[in-house]
């Protein structure tokens, strides 16, 4: 399985400070892809009373994220498209978190709505998401950069239900209209100023090809922008932040 950058893997673990893991709790991750963050979780809490539950819509990441995890029983995967009800009783985790999620969610209401559900009295909910229209690129061309960045902000990609590239700035007011939830939103940012993989930037400016694939964007665009990142790294100018945003709130008594 490939491994996360260290960019990647510093704002995970940023990410999963915020869980507050009970000993003999259960945890759920909805999206759990291929099981970093639960592998991560199961490495930080070692008691054998805990309950790791990973959802993914993808079977192949459901099939990967077992096969890694085969070692602990504690965690378990399987499959789900979240367009429905969530296949468990109401107040059955102790903590619903969810990274990259929310924008494939058609009705992300109802979908928070359910996470509120599931959890128990009290229960936490840490829901994160990258702005996708906060990316920033030191380029030659403001206009070209803009242009490219609100395309892929935009890309609804075949897997994904919904797109919205604004969700991380999103989460606060979606998890507040339900009134639910006590919580707040915490923000970072990643930086990169090398243009080389496996860092984030660069795995981002690489994922702008299928713009041009889609009829996003021209191929003449894409090649002068890629042209330009190198040439910034080259002179030792190159620079790429996004921002990251986590509500983390918890579940109000039912009878508020």
């Known amino acids: 399985m490939e491994p996360l950058s260290e960019d990647a893997r510093a704002h995970r673990e940023w990410l999963l400070s915020f869980c507050d893991v009970p ?3 259960a945890v759920i991750d909805l999206g759990c892809g291929k099981g970093h963050d639960l592998r991560r979780l199961a490495a ?7 309950r790791l539950i990973g959802l993914d819509a993808s079977e192949p990441n459901v099939s990967a994220a077992a096969e890694s995890s ?15 009800r969530l296949p468990f009783e109401d107040a059955t ?24 559900r599931i959890l128990r009295p009290d229960g936490q909910a840490v829901v994160a998401h990258w702005d996708w229209d906060s990316q920033l690129f030191d380029g030659t061309d403001k206009a070209l950069v803009r242009r490219l960045v609100h395309a892929f902000a935009d890309w609804q990609q075949t897997w994904m239900d919904h797109a919205d590239g604004w969700m991380g700035r999103r989460l606060w007011g979606l998890f507040q209209a339900t009134s639910l939830f006590a919580g707040e939103v915490h923000a970072r940012v990643l930086m990169n ?6 860092l984030y930037g660069h795995s981002r400016a690489q ?50």
Request: glycine content about 4%; charged content about 30%.
């Open 193 to 198: 100023t090398s243009y080389v993989p496996p």
């Open 23 to 25: 000993s003999a709790g």
């Open 44 to 50: 930080l809490h070692s008691s054998p009373d805990l």
């Open 70 to 84: 085969a070692h602990d029983r504690r965690i378990q995967f399987s499959q789900h498209r979240f367009r429905d």
């Open 93 to 116: 985790f102790d903590v619903v978190y969810s990274n990259n999620l929310l924008e494939c969610i058609q009705d992300r209401a109802v979908f928070v709505r359910e996470i509120a």
């Open 207 to 256: 994922d702008f090809s299928a713009l041009v694939d889609r009829g996003l964007a021209t191929a003449d665009d894409h090649a002068r922008f890629m042209a330009d990142l190198e040439e910034r790294e080259k002179q030792g100018r190159y620079f790429y932040s996004i921002t990251g945003y986590a509500y983390v709130g918890r579940r109000r008594p039912r009878h508020e």
